[in-house]
């Protein structure tokens, strides 16, 4: 089975619809979280991950935009409620078996806490072995839009990147394929748009 990995859209729904192209080979997509931005919202981005089934969780981004006090984006007529409704249904992390590994999935890290998320990064040893207790063969984290896949211990802990916002200085968006019969990763880069 092939898995497409992506994370962190940020409202850029171009750089997704472009994302799910490249991942059009792909069995399943998985999204990592941060579907909108905290002050940009397109509903046309749920309305794509929907019609290409992907199972997404929020990010601190999303849950931002759905429980910050007199958030603008929840004003009468600022966002179409079923648009807003749809965002909350999103879970904050997803537990899951597909092609027969053991998938958990978390915006920042296993130990995020509401909208607050940690970052981490693939030189950050402490917080790697922190996530390599996390029960499952493979674990999917997003926001710090730089894709990487590494092992730790026996954990394959994967960071597809960003199809929304390049942070990384390469000028590209990414997303990831996991091939799950041999656990290989390979990052597929795209001009940032």
């Known amino acids: 089975m092939r898995l497409g990995l992506i994370a962190d859209i940020h409202a ?11 991942l059009a080979d792909c069995d399943e997509v998985l999204c990592a979280g941060d579907v909108m931005y905290q002050y940009r919202f397109r509903a046309e981005v749920l309305d794509l991950l929907d019609e290409r089934g992907v199972l997404s969780i929020s990010g601190n981004h999303d849950r931002t935009i759905l429980t910050a006090p007199g958030h603008p984006l929840r004003a009468p007529n600022a966002v179409p409620s079923d648009a807003l409704a749809r965002l909350a249904a999103l879970p904050d992390h997803i537990s899951t078996d597909l092609g027969g590994l053991r998938i958990a999935m978390f ?6 806490e509401a ?8 030189d950050d040893q402490r917080a790697l072995r922190r996530v390599a207790t996390v029960e499952a063969d493979v674990v999917v984290l997003g926001h710090t ?19 929304g916002e390049c942070r990384d200085g390469t000028n590209t968006l990414s997303c990831a394929v996991l091939d799950t019969a041999t656990r290989a990763v390979e990052v597929r880069r795209y001009p940032s748009i």
């Open 12 to 22: 850029n729904a171009e750089g997704l619809r472009q994302g799910l192209e490249i």
């Open 107 to 112: 915006h920042g890290s296993p130990w995020d």
């Open 115 to 122: 909208a607050q998320c940690h970052y981490i990064y693939p």
């Open 145 to 163: 839009h730089i894709p990487f896949h590494l092992l730790v211990g026996e954990r394959l802990v994967v960071n597809p990147g960003s199809v």
